[in-house]
């Protein structure tokens, strides 16, 4: 197959009432250098949002369901990418990935990102990982495009059942729509189909998180209704700078989120974690650390070529999908958020990068072996041919030539969502496992790996040959 090179001039689509943008603080192309990216809309403080008055929105428009959620999702995926920039990155790979992607979600009183950030703060510190005699994880340096579209898809869920118990007479179709309209703030779409500002109730967002598969629903609940608004105010505060949060802002939010212990009635017993589910879970860690240890090597090369190039200076802050697909020769294409290096509080910056390398035990990534490093907007999804066939949600340029690229873009890849509701367990669950809580984990490795019928429970490779 030879290798295909484009060059598309379709733009992406600009924020309008049809095309929902960002409405929180700024994200991670908010700092994309100009000789590089458009930068993005200023945002709006929150204490401006809290004035804003919330204009009445239309009741019907003609819009197919299916392009209403697939826009919906890929703006929801920008809210986790802004909200992963916003975290230290020391916290972010040792504690707080593991909140956002498997708690994190974006309803509730605050701004969407907001929501995220507060929501996975609340449950690393209410439900710490304590590491075992058997488990003794690791940083997490890089999420798969897999696991943010299954924390989007569970987070609009969420956000559907949410508006659905507060205004039964709407069927989904319309939560979509009012979704959509306000830009998928809970807030703003109650106001827009209820007529009202009332906040959800403690049974509201129960729904939403059990719709959303939130892992201790019933202490979320308790936490977004009865907790979160006594301290919602000095939350705002500490959110609304346009910078990266600071350990010891962390440290602040940690303890307004969680001033006393939880109800022991909110804790789940334990799952029962077998020898050979311990097998499949130490495996694919050690798959974990390869997959991250290979990202890391991709990501200072590119940004050592960049640096050369441009005479700027970063260095990784999380890398945010992977995808290798063969051509004429075994192309990768990463996405990946970077930080300026001595820029204390700065936020990162998007990037793609592209790099073909032989592929073999002993190879690793150098600088000739990167075709393209460049900063973007993590805006629209597609672009790709060759990373939409494989169902990877990564974000590519559309001004610069790269392999397996489409000759126009298209923001509704998949005809359809069916694909991208990706399920246990991608591989960053293995790592980021909490054998004292994780339950649905060992329940879908059970049923994804059954024990082999010679009683073998050696898992040496399994990562390898199953994933």
């Excluded at 197919?64 to 990418?81: A, E, G, K, V, W």
């Excluded at 919602?232 to 609304?240: F, G, S, V």
Aim: proline content about 8%.
């Amino acid at each position: 197959m030879t290798a295909t090179l484009s060059r598309r001039h379709t733009k992406i689509e600009q924020p309008s009432a049809d095309s929902p943008d960002k409405t929180s603080s700024a994200g991670p192309s908010g700092n994309v250098p100009e000789d590089r990216a458009a930068p993005s809309s200023s945002p709006r403080r929150h204490e401006e949002e809290e004035e804003e008055v919330i204009p009445a929105l239309p009741r019907k428009r003609c819009e197919d369901p299916r392009s209403l959620r697939l826009r919906l999702l890929n703006l929801i995926r920008t809210f986790y990418l802004e909200a992963l920039s916003r975290l230290p990155a020391a916290r972010l790979w040792s504690t707080h990935a593991r909140g956002v992607l498997v708690a994190g979600h974006c309803y509730g009183p605050l701004s969407p990102v907001d929501s995220i950030l507060v929501n996975a703060i609340w449950y690393d510190t209410a439900f710490p990982r304590r590491p075992t005699g058997d488990f003794h994880f690791g940083d997490v340096l890089e999420i798969s495009p897999e696991c943010i579209a299954r924390i989007a898809h569970r987070s609009l869920e969420g956000l559907i059942a949410c508006l659905l118990h507060l205004c039964p007479s709407l069927s989904r179709d319309d939560a979509l729509l009012h979704l959509h309209l306000s830009k998928a703030d809970l807030s703003r779409a109650i106001a827009s189909a209820s007529d009202s500002v009332s906040a959800p109730t403690q049974a509201a967002f129960l729904k939403a998180a059990e719709a959303a598969h939130h892992p201790m629903p019933h202490a979320l609940a308790l936490f977004v209704s009865s907790v979160l608004p006594k301290v919602e105010r000095d939350a705002r505060m500490l959110l609304c700078v346009n910078r990266a949060l600071t350990a010891p802002e962390l440290d602040r939010l940690s303890d307004m989120l969680v001033p006393s212990p939880l109800p022991e009635d909110l804790y789940p017993p334990p799952p029962l974690v077998t020898s050979w589910v311990a097998a499949v879970i130490k495996s694919r860690i050690e798959g974990c650390k390869y997959s991250q240890e290979t990202s890391r090597q991709l990501v200072e090369a590119a940004l050592s070529k960049y640096a050369q190039q441009t005479g700027q200076h970063y260095e990784l802050h999380l890398v945010c999908g992977i995808n290798l697909f063969i051509q004429s020769e075994a192309f990768w294409h990463i996405n990946f958020l970077a930080r300026p290096k001595d820029a204390a509080g700065e936020l990162p910056i998007y990037f793609f990068a592209e790099a073909t390398v032989a592929m073999g035990e002993d190879d690793e990534f150098q600088e000739e072996d990167i075709v393209l490093c460049c900063p973007i907007k993590p805006a629209g999804i597609g672009g790709c041919g060759a990373c939409t066939a494989q169902y990877k949600k990564l974000n590519h340029p559309i001004d610069k030539e790269h392999h397996g690229g489409l000759d126009d873009y298209d923001e509704e890849i998949g005809n359809g969502d069916d694909h991208w509701d990706y399920k246990f367990p991608q591989l960053v669950d293995f790592i980021m496992f909490d054998a004292e809580k994780d339950c649905a984990t060992v329940r879908h490795i059970e049923k994804r790996f059954p024990p082999r019928p010679d009683g073998d429970e050696s898992a040496e490779n399994l990562w390898i040959t199953e994933m």
